[in-house]
């Protein structure tokens, strides 16, 4: 059973950076799509970046493209998210989370492809 745990949030100035990290364990992530997402009180969980099995492919929606960056090392069964140029707006918990059923170049955006999640990580951005 893959289990996935996120660390690196934390409270920071907005125009500060944090970086995410997702620890894999269990299984291998070379299998999986990755995705990271976020989360709000009251509201839905909200993609913000996604990459591929093998890392050549990444996709993030408007919000935090420019100041947001995925990456994955495979080896380190590892994801990352990068996060430069903080906004207020950006304050929630972040999720890591990893998609087994898709293709091998596929990225995929709803929370309903993916079937492991981790527990999440608070980030808050003070103004």
């Known amino acids: 059973q893959l289990q996935l745990v996120e660390s690196g949030g934390g409270l920071v100035q907005a125009g500060g950076s944090l970086r995410l990290s997702c620890a894999a364990s269990g299984r291998t992530i070379t299998a999986y799509s990755m995705g990271w997402f976020r989360q709000v009180p009251g509201k839905e969980r909200e993609f913000v970046a996604g990459?591929?099995?093998?890392?050549?492919?990444?996709y993030y929606p408007d919000s935090p493209k420019g100041r947001f960056t995925i990456s994955r090392n495979n080896e380190k069964s590892s994801v990352y998210l990068q996060m430069n140029s903080l906004k207020p707006e950006d304050t929630a918990i972040y999720f890591c989370?990893?998609?087994?059923?898709?293709?091998?170049?596929?990225?995929?955006?709803?929370?309903?492809?993916?079937?492991?999640w981790g527990q999440g990580t608070q980030v808050t951005v003070s103004s």
């Open positions: 990459i591929s099995r093998n890392g050549g492919r990444t």
């Open positions: 989370a990893a998609n087994a059923g898709g293709t091998y170049y596929g990225i995929y955006a709803s929370p309903r492809d993916y079937g492991y």
